[in-house]
């Protein structure tokens, strides 16, 4: 079980896996230092993460997202969400940031 923060951000283009998504997909990125030590001769397209499932659990509920992004900033433990995703645990996109858990499921 992982602890940390969760806020939200908007997609748009290319994630760091090599895909694309909707604010309306349950998507997350990972902090960078625990994405990072999975990304093969710097590729992050082949990151082991890539599509890995999590529950994250926050204030107001739970979801499962799938890793698709990699979070520049943040701490071990922190999660960057879908805006459909990041409502599920927070309630509104307003609260912007919210403490959460998460494991890999």
Request: glycine share 12%; aromatic share 8%; with cysteine.
């Amino acid at each position: 079980m992982f602890h940390g923060q969760a806020t939200y951000y908007h997609l748009s283009g290319v994630t760091a896996c090599g895909t694309t998504h909707s604010d309306q997909d349950f998507v997350c990125a990972l902090n960078s230092q625990q994405f990072d030590t999975h990304t093969p001769h710097g590729n992050p397209n082949n990151n082991a993460l890539c599509g890995r499932k999590v529950s994250v659990t926050g204030p107001s509920g739970t979801v499962t997202v799938r890793i698709v992004d990699r979070l520049p900033s943040g701490g071990y433990g922190d999660l960057d969400l879908s805006p459909a995703a990041f409502v599920q645990i927070a309630g509104s996109l307003e609260v912007g940031r919210v403490n959460i858990e998460w494991e890999f499921v």
